[in-house]
């Protein structure tokens, strides 16, 4: 079911937004969404030894908890937008929406299911791999392609105050 309602995007949160034209790896939208659950999924488990899965709601969840929310754009076949994996996420932060639009259910992050402090850096290389070998593609975070780039998207996000 699409959510879609209020999203939260902070500190401590993995945004994840995966540039890739489907067709090169012929995928349509829902294989696609399917995907990426299953790489947080499978990531989660042999990383983190978190057993998770998905339901009725799209997203990768822990019990009834959340721990990752997704949500896509599709423009010519090419996908932006991604998702969301609540690392060190103050989740105080998520009392103040209905996140996903969907009442009565909780999240949680990586942290609270390791029972340590677990950074977004520390993330980024695991994950990155691990969709990269799903999708038998490169796959690398932007500060490590462009540097430039990622400076710029950088100084953007702080000039809007995004985040």
């Known amino acids: 079911m699409r959510g879609g309602q209020t999203t939260f995007h902070g500190p401590g949160q993995l945004v994840g937004y995966p540039i890739i034209k489907l067709s090169d790896f012929e995928l349509g939208v829902r294989t696609y969404i399917s995907a990426l659950e299953h790489i947080l999924?499978?990531?989660?488990s042999h990383t983190w030894n978190i057993q998770s899965r998905t339901t009725e709601d799209t997203g990768v969840w822990v019990g009834d908890r959340k721990i990752a929310a997704?949500?896509?754009?599709v423009r010519r076949h090419v996908t932006s937008h991604g998702f969301a994996l609540n690392c060190?996420?103050?989740l105080a932060w998520f009392d103040h929406i209905v996140p996903c639009g969907l009442?009565?259910?909780g999240v949680?992050?990586?942290s609270v299911e390791a029972e340590r402090e677990v950074s977004v850096a520390e993330v980024v290389p695991g994950l990155c791999?691990?969709?990269?070998?799903t999708l038998d593609a490169r796959m690398e975070p932007l500060s490590q392609v462009d540097v430039r780039l990622d400076r710029e998207l950088d100084a953007f996000v702080d000039t809007v105050g995004i985040i």
């Open 103 to 105: 009442v009565g259910k």
């Open 70 to 73: 997704l949500g896509i754009q």
């Open 129 to 133: 791999r691990a969709m990269g070998e």
């Open 88 to 90: 060190s996420t103050d």
């Open 108 to 110: 949680t992050s990586l």
């Open 41 to 44: 999924i499978d990531y989660l």
